[in-house]
C-alpha cells in the first residue's frame, strides 16, 4: 500500500484549509454523529442530506451575499463556443479562452448547512414546528488557515421553524443541553454572545445589533495548545428566513433557529483532549458519543 504519512489525522492537500480524512478522524467524526443523534432522539427530527451547492438566487434572496460576499464561493462554467476553443494561446493561462470565458452558474457552495432547510419549506403554512436535522459539506473562502479554520468543512445542524416563542425556547434548551454534553465529553467549554463576520461598511452596527439581541451563542473549546475555537453555534434567526421565504407559522411569518456542530472542529478538539487513537478513550467519553465504541 501507498504510505500516505500519518494516517489517524487529516492530511494536507497543497491549498490552505483544505484536508484529507483518514479512517481514524474519520471514526470520531462517526462517533460525533451517533452522538449528536443521541443528544437529538427527544425529538422527531426528520433528516435530509444536502449537497454541498446550493441554488444562488436562494443565497441572494436570503441576503447572505450583502453580509458575507467575501466567503461566498460561486460556481462558474465555461461559456465560450467549440471555435474559441481552438484558438492559440495556452487555454489554462491567465486571460486563456478557458480563464476568459468563465461565466456565473445558478449554483454556489453551500455556505452553511441549514439554508437549504428554508428555501424547501417555501411558501408553506407549518401546523407544528418543522423538525429537521441536517449534515453538509460546507464552503467558505477563510481569508487565514489558523488550526481549524478551515475553507471545507462538514456541518451538522438541528434546525426548528417554529413561532418565535417555540424558537428561543428551543434553543435555550438545545445550548444547555449541549454546553452540558461538551462537558459530560471532558471539553473546557465556555458559552458566549457571538455574531457573524459581517462584510462592508455597516459590519459594527449589524455586530453590535446581533449581540445586542442575543442572536447568536457559540460553544468554545480548546482545540490545540493555545487555540480556543467555536465547536457550535445556537442561533436564532428572528422571522428573517419564515419572511424571505413565504413560510407561516402560528398565523404569522414563521421564526427559525439552528444549532451548528463544526464536525471537523470537534474532532480535533475531542483528540487534542483523549488522544488521536479513539478506541482507547475513557468509556465515559465514548458513552456520551452515544454508546458507540
Ligand atoms: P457558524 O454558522 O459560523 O456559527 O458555524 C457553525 C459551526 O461550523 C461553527 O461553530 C464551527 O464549529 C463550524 N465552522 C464554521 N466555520 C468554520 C471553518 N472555517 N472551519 C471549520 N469549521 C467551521
Ligand atoms: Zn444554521
Not at 456565473?104 to 428554508?118: E, F, K, Q, S, T
Request: charged share 20%; hydrophobic share 40%.
Amino acid at each position: 500500500m501507498v504510505n500516505l504519512g500519518e494516517t489517524d489525522l487529516p492530511l494536507g492537500t497543497g491549498v490552505p484549509g483544505v484536508y484529507l480524512s483518514p479512517p481514524g478522524f474519520e471514526r470520531v467524526i462517526d462517533l460525533l454523529r451517533s452522538g449528536v443523534a443521541a443528544l437529538a432522539a427527544d425529538e422527531p427530527f426528520q433528516r435530509l442530506v444536502i449537497p454541498p451547492v446550493i441554488s444562488r438566487q436562494t443565497i441572494e434572496r436570503a441576503g447572505y451575499v450583502q453580509a458575507f460576499p467575501n466567503l461566498l464561493g460561486t460556481v462558474h462554467g465555461y461559456g465560450g463556443t467549440p471555435s474559441g476553443w481552438a484558438r492559440l494561446k495556452p487555454l489554462v493561462e491567465e486571460g486563456g479562452e478557458w480563464y476568459a470565458q468563465q461565466q456565473i452558474g445558478d449554483l454556489v457552495l453551500l455556505p452553511a448547512a441549514c439554508y437549504p432547510v428554508y428555501a424547501t419549506l417555501a411558501d408553506r403554512t407549518l401546523d407544528e414546528p418543522a423538525k429537521v436535522s441536517v449534515e453538509a459539506s460546507c464552503f467558505r473562502q477563510e481569508a487565514t488557515s489558523e488550526p481549524g479554520r478551515l475553507r471545507s468543512f462538514r456541518m451538522l445542524e438541528l434546525v426548528t421553524v417554529a413561532t418565535d416563542e417555540d424558537c428561543l425556547k428551543w434553543r435555550a434548551a438545545r445550548l444547555e443541553q449541549v454546553e452540558g454534553w461538551f462537558t459530560e465529553l471532558g471539553l473546557a467549554v465556555s458559552v458566549e454572545v457571538a455574531d457573524d463576520p459581517f462584510f462592508g461598511p455597516g459590519r459594527k452596527v449589524y455586530q453590535a445589533a446581533q449581540r445586542m439581541q442575543e442572536l447568536k451563542w457559540e460553544l468554545r473549546v480548546p482545540l490545540a495548545d493555545g487555540t480556543v475555537q467555536a465547536v457550535a453555534s445556537a442561533n436564532y434567526h428572528k422571522e428573517h428566513f419564515g419572511e424571505t421565504f413565504g413560510i407561516t407559522a402560528g398565523g404569522a411569518p414563521a421564526h427559525t433557529s439552528c444549532v451548528a456542530f463544526g464536525l471537523e472542529r470537534l474532532a480535533m478538539a475531542l483528540i487534542n483532549r483523549h488522544g488521536k487513537d479513539s478506541t482507547r478513550w475513557p468509556g465515559d467519553v465514548l458513552a456520551a458519543l452515544g454508546g458507540a465504541r
